[in-house]
């Protein structure tokens, strides 16, 4: 019988695309999922890509009741946890509630696991947590001083975990630090599916370049980068989700846990984006300068050596690569799940 993992926000994004990781690795990924930020048709297709037939629990991670009943139905190998609010600019204007989707409800699933002996988890963490960089790249032991409630978010969460690991000698988690996860599954069948205006840099060029919108605004033109746009180090979410893997593959190998970088250990520029995803479209992307938004650095990218060295996983795609798999999906999908 294949390992089964609950997998959390499964239906979102990187959620998704963990999924097809997962099963393709030899685990039985099971679902629960709210739907506020994703669509049941992402259920079909993950079905298809995987040739399993993964089951839903439409469910809110704050509820003990539909935790039990996922948790009960079958043994648990570990949980996969992605389920949260993620919009930086949003969680500024929302904390409250940011912190009691995501916080309360990790909490919420820690009790739930701890009641039915699941002893694993893989967190989907953010680099939101280490703050303005006071060196480049991040290490792992770089200051953890996030300055968005989002980033606030994640940091009580890893704290959480540390503490949940201290009091149960048993319990062992991953916490992994995303960069910017960009790009979809390369059958354009699954891929990143914004509701409203895009708040993310390739989902708007995307829509540009498919003719959806205008023009790309790109926010500062003077940072005292190589272009003098910001530069990020991106991700592709394929990437991304074998690394969750990996991760998994090391709890179960090591026994103990560990928070970690998931990046190329390279940065972009928006520029350098652009140019790459005309090259994939042959597409023009047109732009306008605005200035710079407050609170956005002006370059931030991984060390991502820890990741290499603890769960032997490094990126193996480059920007042309998350570039033409982000338009296959456009393309595909111009309006997206449906």
């Known amino acids: 019988m294949a390992a089964t993992v609950l997998v959390t926000g499964g239906l979102g994004y990187v959620g998704s695309h963990c999924c097809v990781a997962l ?34 629990h439409r469910a809110d991670v704050r509820d003990a009741g539909a935790l039990d009943r996922a948790l009960a139905n079958r043994p648990i190998e570990a949980v996969a946890h992605f389920a949260g609010l993620k919009s930086v600019r949003e969680s500024v204007e929302r904390p409250l509630d940011y912190f ?11 009790e739930a696991m701890a009641r039915h002996g699941v002893r694993r988890m893989l967190f989907s963490s953010s680099a939101t947590v280490y703050g303005v960089p006071q060196r480049l790249p991040y290490t792992e032991d770089h200051p953890l001083e996030p300055v968005n409630p989002y980033g606030c978010g994640k940091l009580a969460i890893e704290r959480m975990l ?27 069948r699954i891929g990143e599916d914004p509701r409203g205006v895009p708040e993310n840099l390739l989902p708007y060029v995307a829509q ?45 190998r090591e026994h103990r846990s560990i928070a970690v970088n998931l990046g190329t250990g390279r940065g972009h520029s928006v520029l350098e984006v652009v140019k790459a995803f005309e090259a994939a479209s ?30 032997g996983w490094r990126a193996a ?22």
């Not at 099971?30 to 259920?43: P, W, Y």
Request: glycine share 8%; charged share 25%.
């Open 282 to 311: 042959g597409r023009p992307v047109p732009i306008e300068f605005a200035p710079r938004r407050a609170g956005d650095l002006p370059e931030y990218w991984a060390d991502a050596t820890l990741a290499a060295q603890e769960l």
């Open 162 to 188: 540390e503490r949940a690991a201290a009091a149960n000698p048993d319990f062992h988690y991953a916490a992994l630090r995303y960069f910017n996860p960009v790009g979809a599954h390369p059958s354009g």
């Open 208 to 252: 540009v370049a498919s003719g959806q919108r205008p023009t790309l605004r790109v926010f500062g033109k003077d940072y005292d980068t190589p272009d003098g746009t910001g530069v990020r180090d991106y991700l592709h979410v394929m990437d991304l989700a074998e690394a969750h893997v990996a991760a998994l593959r090391f709890l179960e």
């Open 100 to 110: 009691d989707n995501n916080v309360n409800g990790t909490a919420r699933l820690l």
């Open 317 to 338: 795609r480059g920007l042309e690569e998350m570039c033409r798999d982000a338009w296959r999906w456009q393309s595909q999908n111009p309006d997206g799940y449906v």
């Open 23 to 56: 099963a393709h690795a030899g685990y039985e990924p099971v679902v629960l999922d709210n739907l506020s930020n994703a669509r049941e048709s992402v259920l079909e297709r993950l079905r298809e890509l995987t040739g399993a037939a993964i089951e839903l």
